[in-house]
């Protein structure tokens, strides 16, 4: 399948569990945009074929690969690219992404560690900051979300639609809807100011690795003074040491038992030299 593309792709793409699919679907609403509310986030960006809207959108997440990546990876294809990068406080992050089926510590490619994940989201910040590409926080989106959403079409050279905020397209009328935040998706979706929740923000609870804490204040401190976040954060509930990524976690496990299941459990005994009897 030809996946390139003539027209202009707005990329848009940060961690998982960033709020990005509401500004995805902010973005969809537009009469001059169509495209994906969610990319796979093991696979490279795939655009749908046939959206004929002047402005194509794809938004995915940062998991399996950086920002730079994935828009060499358009471009490769002969498209146009104009990204951004959502960011949100990664403690709030974290503590989602740890009751969420998706945010799997594994060990694999498909489901790397959370730590790896985060590196990877980091250098993409560096990298926007280096290349001036817009950032947008999601806590502006919570307090200000009609000024946020203007600056933010100012930055990507696109005229401001009030559809953003109205949201009169269907999920039907998206290119590719098949994925986005299942409590979004199940949600009424009646219109921006009615969907969000301006004390999202300000309610950061939750439980985390107490080690998992001090790495991210740590690793980040650069990135939560640049961005208004605070250097430390205090009321959350300590767990001891971090959390440990994991194979049983890892999809292809699921995968392996499925394809093998007698050779991986002996695999499992210590057992993998064993050659079963012909019958």
């Known amino acids: 399948m030809d996946h390139s593309s003539a027209q202009t792709v707005i990329l848009a793409t940060g961690l998982q569990s960033s709020g990005s699919t509401i500004l995805s679907w902010c973005f969809l609403q537009r009469p001059d ?3 994906t509310l969610d990319g796979d986030t093991d696979l490279v960006p795939l655009p749908p074929a046939g959206v004929e809207t002047p402005f194509l959108w794809y938004k995915t997440t940062i998991s ?34 740890m009751k969420k089926p998706y945010g799997r510590n594994g060990v694999t490619a498909e489901d790397p560690p959370l730590r790896l994940r985060f590196r990877r989201f980091l250098h993409s910040w560096q990298d926007a900051a280096e290349k001036n590409i817009p950032v947008f926080r999601f806590e502006d989106l919570l307090a200000r979300p009609q000024d946020s959403l203007k600056t933010l079409c100012g930055q990507l050279e696109l005229p401001w639609q009030q559809a953003m905020i109205d949201w009169p397209k269907p999920a039907e009328h998206i290119a590719d809807a098949r994925h986005g935040n299942a409590r979004f998706m199940e949600s009424s979706r009646q219109g921006l100011l009615s969907a969000l929740d301006p004390n999202l923000g300000k309610q950061i609870r939750g439980q985390i690795h107490e080690e998992d804490l001090a790495w991210l204040e740590e690793t980040f401190s650069d990135y939560n003074a640049s961005l208004g976040y605070p250097a430390e954060m205090q009321g959350l509930k300590l767990l001891p040491g971090r959390a440990v990524p994991s194979w049983e976690v890892s999809r292809r496990l699921k995968w392996r038992l499925r394809q093998k299941p007698v050779r991986y459990v002996l695999s499992r005994l210590g057992l993998s030299s064993y050659k079963p009897r012909l019958q």
Request: glycine share 8%.
């Open 33 to 35: 945009m169509n495209g």
């Open 64 to 97: 399996c690969f950086t920002l730079g990546e994935q828009v060499a990876v358009l471009e490769d294809a002969g498209c146009t690219v104009r990204p951004l990068l959502m960011v949100r406080d990664v403690r709030a992050v974290w503590m989602s992404l």
